[in-house]
């Protein structure tokens, strides 16, 4: 019930965002729509969503202008390999480990190294402890060691909020 | 004066994806291409979507590019997850770097 609860009020805001100008024509369209949303969709969404604490929340937004800044730097880094004549990247497939537990912290673990570090989650494990990460930067001396810092800068970050 | 700082956004923006576009054509193999489509694009879309929302302010079409900021960001990721997974489930050996043809 809490799950139907959820995805009502996400598909209503995300009706309201739609149609910006708020009137209360568009509000009750939503509301029936959303409702029939929910009907439809009963079949597919039945894992039951367990409603964190407010502190999950909080530690979210806190964590959001670390990650932006860690995208912009790693961003402005890759633009300039890219355009650099050499092309200077030094590409290896690297496994390191990970210590957070839940599906959903891992989850925001590999969306986030995906958009704010130099890697790419390729596959996690079956016991859900090794990442196997595509690295862009790899010298040939240090295996994986900055992969690894990267990957527990972020784990610290996030063990706040999802544990 | 809100028109100046959009515009600058939407330039950084361009910039941003035309670098992603070079990576595309100039990097060596899926996994690499993937990182350039990903992290360079999802960000100069974004800044591209956040000048229209500076121009336009809360009006219908601001808002509606803000809700696509916070959809991107969330399917963006996804979906080169599922692409880099099935390139290493059909065996995609990932390029490393020669040293002596380099």
Not at chain 1, 1 to 25: E, G, N, R, V
Not at chain 2, 27 to 47: E, F, H, M, W
């Amino acid at each position: 019930m809490k799950t139907k609860i959820t995805l009502f009020i996400i598909s209503f805001m995300i009706w309201m965002l739609l149609d910006w100008p708020l009137d209360i024509q568009h509000a009750l369209i939503g509301l029936l729509v959303a409702g029939v949303v929910i009907f439809l969709t009963r079949d597919i969404f039945t894992q039951s969503l367990r409603w964190g604490p407010i502190r999950t929340f909080l530690g979210l937004g806190a964590c959001i202008p670390f990650f932006f800044w860690e995208c912009l730097k790693t961003n402005v880094d890759f633009i300039l390999r890219l355009l650099h004549p050499k092309l200077p990247v030094n590409p290896a497939i690297v496994k390191v480990k990970t210590t957070l537990k839940t599906d959903i912290g891992l989850t925001f673990l590999a969306n986030l190294l995906m958009l704010s570090s130099r890697g790419i989650c390729i596959d996690i494990a079956p016991e859900k402890d090794m990442l196997y990460l595509h690295w862009i930067d790899i010298k040939p001396g240090d295996h994986q060691a900055a992969a690894q810092s990267t990957v527990d800068k972020f784990e610290k970050k996030l063990k706040m909020v999802f544990d | 004066m809100s028109e100046i700082i959009g515009t600058i956004f939407i330039v950084i923006g361009l910039v941003f994806d035309i670098a992603g576009c070079i990576g595309l054509i100039r990097l060596p193999d899926v996994y690499n291409r993937l990182q350039a489509t990903t992290k360079s694009i999802t960000l100069g879309t974004c800044s591209i979507l956040l000048g229209a929302f500076i121009i336009k302010g809360f009006t219908g079409i601001g808002v509606k590019s803000l809700l696509c900021i916070m959809l991107l960001l969330l399917t963006a990721p996804a979906a080169a997850h599922a692409l880099s997974r099935a390139a290493d489930i059909s065996k995609i050996k990932a390029w490393e770097k020669k040293d002596a043809l380099s």
